[in-house]
């Protein structure tokens, strides 16, 4: 290829070693050179004298929830433009990241981002053994190379409440999921909020962050009393709820309940839903991530990213302020 480009074999070298200095006439020459020859790098040498492979493991499970898919688009767009490559590692669990520390420690990559939280001191452990940067989607345990960035979801619960008080609503539930740091931020900020304002009891029913469970969890606080007012751990949750108070319940959303979601997901802006909910600001919270991916002080918290309030026709029974 040297010889068909009419440059030396360093230049060669440095045309493809990322930061290397070479001119843009040698580069294209170079570049020309090796698209004629059909020549592909091979990176073990790189690999091997940097110990960096450039290449970011992704671990998630849940791609059921159009959010974990999303986001994922984001990131995979933000680690080219960044010169990384994705390797996706499948996870049964969309809550933990637990049960693939094995696998992960079979790659060489140089860092592992995941939705997932990190529950045990033992697993965090393990995963700072790899010593890699581990950033995590979903606070949990963290400490050494595993920080966390996440969405600001206690805050905007808080402003959930608000809004539904706003709205008229004065019996209050609430669709959770299975034990998470996020669950737990999400319902302690909707619950501190309805305190507040002199609401101590609400009904609570637990889902599975999706369809069906919303759809079931809705019922499930219709047999507790009757709420006028309904806060969702996500958007799929509140989907299916919506669904099963409309068509087996038979009461109308937003007259007879008021609901709301949170990821902002595209289906929760079709007409059939219009649904409140709160938008995660991916681009932000992936910038934020990858920051995070050079950093090697010590995480004293979580990097919380606020989100945006999106109201819709789910919520819109009343416009008198509280």
């Known amino acids: ?6 440059v030396s074999q360093s230049a060669v070298s440095r045309t493809f070693t990322p930061g290397a200095s070479v001119s843009p006439v040698m580069r294209e020459k170079v570049v020309a050179a090796a698209a004629a020859l059909g020549y592909q790098p091979n990176l073990i040498p790189r690999i091997m004298a940097t110990g960096r492979s450039e290449i970011i493991a992704v671990a998630a499970g849940g791609f059921y929830n ?26 049964e669990s969309d809550l933990a990241l637990d049960g693939v520390v094995s696998e992960l420690a079979r790659y060489r990559v140089d860092a592992v981002v995941t939705p997932l939280s990190i529950r045990s001191r033992s697993v965090a452990d393990a995963l700072n053994a790899l010593r890699i940067p581990i950033v995590t989607l979903n606070a949990g345990v963290t400490g050494g190379l595993i920080r966390a960035v996440i969405s600001d979801s206690e805050t905007a619960s808080a402003r959930a409440a608000q809004l539904l008080c706003r709205a008229g609503g004065t019996r209050f539930g609430y669709i959770g999921g299975p034990e998470s740091p996020q669950q737990n931020l999400r319902e302690q900020g909707f619950a501190r909020q309805l305190s507040i304002r002199g609401v101590h009891e609400y009904a609570r029913a637990i889902g599975n962050f999706d369809y069906d469970g919303g759809y079931r969890a809705a019922l499930q606080l219709f047999e507790q009393g009757r709420p006028d007012a309904i806060y969702c751990m996500n958007d799929l949750a509140a989907l299916g709820a919506m669904d099963a108070i409309r068509s087996r319940l038979g009461l109308r959303i937003p007259e007879d309940v008021l609901i709301m979601g949170y990821d902002n997901i595209a289906m929760s802006q079709w007409p059939t839903y219009d649904l409140s909910t709160f938008d995660q600001d991916k ?6 991530v990858l920051a995070q991916l050079g950093e090697t002080a010590p995480q004293l918290a979580p990097i919380r990213i606020p989100a945006s309030l999106i109201e819709r026709r789910t919520t819109s029974r009343s416009t008198e302020v509280a």
């Open 1 to 6: 290829m040297a010889r068909l480009a009419g």
């Open 66 to 91: 159009p959010y974990f898919t999303d986001i994922l688009e984001v990131l995979v767009q933000m680690l080219r433009d960044a010169g990384k490559q994705m390797m996706l590692v499948h996870t």
């Open 283 to 288: 681009p932000a919270i992936v910038r934020a």
